[in-house]
């Protein structure tokens, strides 16, 4: 794969994870109308007090190793579960708003293919 192409990758995802991290602590982006399961599942997690803002901390996290190219293989494993949550999420809940979803799934999922060699020693 062209190192130029998946240095772009990886700038996307940093980027996406970056902005949609921020926003659950500043709210800049406005939070869409949401069908009434999905509304009363994202409200549940609201009231925890904690969730949100540790989901936005480890998109924060993750973004920063990503733009700084620093723990990479790392990065993108802690980012598998997010990224599986957030398309089950819109999957059972918000389907007509897939399309994130499915991107960061995929440029998460090209990206550990990329960086794979580094994930080899786990499974000697």
Known sequence: MNSNFTTLLRIILALVLLV???NKFIGFIPAPELPDEAASFMNSLLDTGYVLY???ILEIFIG???LLKKWVPFALLVLVPISVNILLF???LDLPDILQAI???GLNTILIIRYWKAYTPLFR
Do not use: A, E, R
């Open 90 to 92: 819109h999957i059972f």
């Open 64 to 66: 920063v190793l990503l």
């Open 103 to 105: 991107v960061v799934i």
């Open 20 to 22: 949609f991290g921020l």
């Open 54 to 56: 540790f989901l936005g």
